[in-house]
Nanobody, 119 residues
């Protein structure tokens, strides 16, 4: 099993920045791709960004050019740097991880961290 713990959420003004972190523990040898998802009030959870163990990345169109996902395999941690934030970035951000060879099908989820962007 893998446990994921997010940190770094909070309140920020539009145009500001936040950095989220997600630390993995447990059977960390069984982690492949990692990603960030978010769920805004009244909406379905959506993919924000994803990164493979080798460092390949994919982003939602809405965050391209503003958000950057990165990971430190030695520390078993994935990060999400969020710049030029907008009120529509508000939501609960979840860290997720997939078992190896599972592509982007996530098997493990954190409990989430709340991000609020004020206008």
């Amino acid at each position: 099993q893998v446990q994921l713990v997010e940190s770094g959420g909070g309140l920020v003004q539009a145009g500001g920045s936040l950095r989220l972190s997600c630390a993995a523990s447990g059977s960390i040898f069984s982690i492949g791709a990692m990603g960030w998802y978010r769920q805004a009030p009244g909406k379905q959870r959506e993919l924000v960004a994803i990164i493979t163990r080798g460092g390949n990345t994919n982003y939602a169109d809405s965050v391209k050019g503003r958000f950057t996902i990165s990971r430190d395999n030695a520390k078993n941690t994935v990060y999400l740097q969020m710049n030029k934030m907008k009120p529509e970035d508000t939501g609960v951000y979840y860290c997720a991880a997939a078992r190896p060879n599972r592509g982007y099908d996530m098997d493990y989820w954190g409990k989430g961290t709340l991000v609020t962007v004020s206008s």
